[in-house]
C-alpha cells in the first residue's frame, strides 16, 4: 500500500512539472483571459501584450502619447454639468410652443449694427436668416429668437472671443433665461482639454454647435452642426466633384490623409498613428509636425522625415483623386476636411470616437460616410477594400446630394438647422426621415403641402405611382373681355375641347369687373372665376381650387389646339417633374459685358420654357409661395415677365434637369413683341427678363438652369402617311 502511494505521488508530481515547463504559457494565457476578460473586451486592442497580437507599431510610441489622462465617467458627467446646468432640456421644458401658433414658424434676430464685433461666419449666418422666409423684424412675431452677439468662436485665446456675455444676454428683456434662443457656435474649450465650456450660461436655449460629443449632446433639443471656414460662401456655393465621367468609382488612391500631426495633447493619438497604414501605393497618409510656434520644441525623430514626405503631394489633387478619404479627429472632434471630402466626392471614413454627426437626426450617416473607430485604426485598410464597387458608387453619389443639398452654402447650414427645429413643433406634420436622405433632401420637400411622397413629383419613379390623368388649366386674364371673338374666350373654347381637361380656372387680375357667367363660352367642363391681384406673382399662389396634379398655366393672348394640348400633357405625365411647354427662351454668359444674356430669337437650344403656355405640378405653386423668400416674389411684381423665369429657375434648382418643349403649330407671340426700334413695348419686355436673369442669379449664387437641344413631337409627326393615320392630326399646318 506504501509503494502504490509512493508511485500515485511521484505520477502526480511529474504530471505536475511537465505541465508547468510544456503547458505553463497556455496556463498563464488562461488566467489572463479569465482576470482580465472584461477589460480586455472593452479595450481590445492591448497594444503591449505582445503575446497576443502582432504589433505593427511601437507600443511605448502609442501608449506614450502625451494625451492628458482620461477622466472618469463621474468626471465628465460633473464636467458636462457643469456647462449645461439644463442638460434635462426638451422642446416640451425648455421650448415655449405657443409662441410659435398665432404666426407660425418665425425668427427675430436681435438688431445689430457695423461697429458690433463679429466674425464674418456669424455675420453670414445672420444673413441668411435675416433674408429668408423665417425672418421677422417684429419680436412679438417671433417663435425663436438668435443673439447679436458672436458665440461662434468660445476659445478665450482667441482674438474673436466676445467677453462678458453673461453681463450682456441678463439686460436683454427677451431673454428669458434663453427659452426659444437658438446659439450658434463652431469652437468651444480651450487648449489643454478642449472642453465645451462656452463661457457663458446658455440657460434653455437650443445649441446648434460643431464638434458635439453625443454625451452633452440632448436629442430632440440640441442640432450638430458642421465646422465650416469663414470662407464657405453665403449662398449657391460650389458644386460636388462627381461626374458621369467618373464612373467606375475606383480612383487612382484607395485611402488618403495628409494634414497636422499633434505631437502632444488630447487628438494627438490617432495622428500620431496614421502613418501606420501609410503605404506609398494606394494608401497615402501624410503628416507634418510643422505647424504652431514652438513645434521644434516637441518634435520626435519622425519629424523631418514627415514634414519631407508631407510636401511630396498636392493635397486637392489627392483629394479628387481618392475613394475614401481619413477623417480623423483633430484637437476638436470636428474638421474642415468633413466638408471637403464631401465635396469631392472622396467617401469620408470618420475616426472621431463620441462625434455626433451633423444633422444626425436627419440625414442618415451610414449611406454617405464609413464610421470607424480610432481605436481599431489598422483594420480601417482591409474593411475599405471589401466594399463593393457598386456600394462604394451609392457612396459617392450620397455624398454628392448631402453636399449640394444642406453644406454648401451658409444659406444651407442655416436653413438646414432652422428646419429640422421647425419639424420638431408639428411632429405630425414633419418629414420623414426619408424625405431628408433622397434626391432634392428636405429643404425642398415641405411637409405643408403634404407628408406622402407620392405626392410630390420627384418621387412618383421611386413610389412606383404616376400623376393623376387630369390638369387644371389656369388662365391669368389682364384684359375686359369686350367680344366674343377675343382671344382668351377661344382659348377656353379649345382647352375645355381636351378629353384630360378637369376644370378651367380664370385668374381675373383686371381692374375692371368680370362678365357675368352667361357671357362666358359654354363649356364642357367646371369654369371658375378667381379674383385675383394685380400682381405677377399671384399666378402661382397654391389656390385650394386646383385639386388635379398637372396644371396649364395660360396666359389670355395664348393660342393653342385641342390636339396641342392632349400631346403636351401626355407628354408632361412622363416628366411629371420638369416643366412642358410650348414657347422656350435661352440664356449665355456674356464674357464681355461679365453678365448673363437672354434670348428671345429661336435657336437649336433652349433653357426656360415660358408659363404663357406650359404643364407644370401643382406642388410648385406651394414652393414659390411658401419656399421662395417674400424679397423674390416682390423683385418678380416689381420687373414684368419676369414670373416664369424665376418658375423656371426654381424647378431646375429642384431638378437640376433641363425643361420639356413640344410641338407647337404656331409661333407664340407675346403682347408688344416687336424688335423694330428699342422703345417697343417688346424690347422693354425683352430687357426686363434680362435684368431679372441677373438679379435672380444674384439671389441664388449660382445659375440653375440647364439648357437643352430636345423638341418632343408626336410619332408619325411630319411623315408621309395619310393624316388619318396620325394620332394629333391638327399639330400639322393645313
Known sequence: MQTRKKYIFLTFLASWLLLFFFGGDQLRRFAFFSSKKAETLRNWPRWADRSLLK????AEELEGDGDPPLQSPKARRAARLSVYKKSRCRMETCFDFSRCEKHGFKVFVYPWEKGD??????????????KSRYYTPNPEEACLFVLNIDTLDRDHLSAQYVRNINEKIRGFPLWNDGRNHLIFNLYSGTWPNYTEDLGFDI????????????????????VSIPLFSKDHPQKGGERGWLYQSSVPPKKKYLL??????????????????????????????????????????????????????YEKFDYQELLRNSTFCIIPRGRRL??????????????????SDGWELPFSEAIDWGKAAVVGSERLLLQIPSAVRCIRPERVLAFQQQTQFLWDAYFSSVDKIVHTTLEIIKDRLLPHRSRARFFWNALPGGLLALPDFSTRGGDFPFYYLRQGSSPSDKFTALIRAVSPVLSLSQPVLRLIQAVSGSQYCAQILVLWSCEKPPPPRGKWPQTAVPLTVIHGRTKLSDRFFPYAAIQTDAVLSLDEHSSLSTSEVDFAFVVWRSFPERIVGFPVRSHSWDAGQQRWGFASEWTNEFSIVLTAAAFYHRYYHSLFTDYLPAGLRDLVDRLAACEDVLMNFLVA???????????????HKEPGDQQDTAASAGARRFSQRQDCLNQLVDWFGYMPLVSSQ??????????????LRKKYRHLEKP
Open 710 to 723: 430636345l423638341r418632343l413631337d408626336p410619332v408619325l409627326f411630319k411623315d408621309q402617311v395619310s393624316i
Open 117 to 130: 464685433p463679429m466674425s464674418d461666419a456669424y455675420l453670414k449666418i445672420l444673413t441668411s436668416i435675416e
Open 334 to 351: 470636428g474638421s474642415f476636411r468633413f466638408l471637403e471630402a464631401l465635396q469631392a466626392a472622396c467617401v469620408p471614413v470618420l475616426l
Open 55 to 58: 504589433s505593427f507599431a511601437d
Open 653 to 667: 434648382a429642384v431638378t437640376k434637369l433641363p425643361p420639356i418643349k413640344v410641338t407647337q403649330r404656331k409661333q
Open 203 to 222: 440657460g434653455q436655449a437650443i445649441l446648434a454647435k460643431a464638434s458635439f460629443y453625443t454625451e452633452s449632446f440632448r436629442p430632440g433639443f440640441d
Open 256 to 309: 488618403v490623409f495628409k494634414g497636422k500631426r499633434y505631437l502632444t495633447g488630447i487628438g494627438s493619438s490617432t495622428r500620431n498613428a496614421l502613418h501606420h497604414i501609410h503605404n506609398g501605393k494606394d494608401i497615402i497618409s501624410l503628416t507634418t509636425c510643422k505647424h504652431g510656434k514652438d513645434w521644434e520644441k516637441h518634435k520626435d525623430a519622425r519629424c523631418d522625415k514627415d514634414n519631407v514626405d
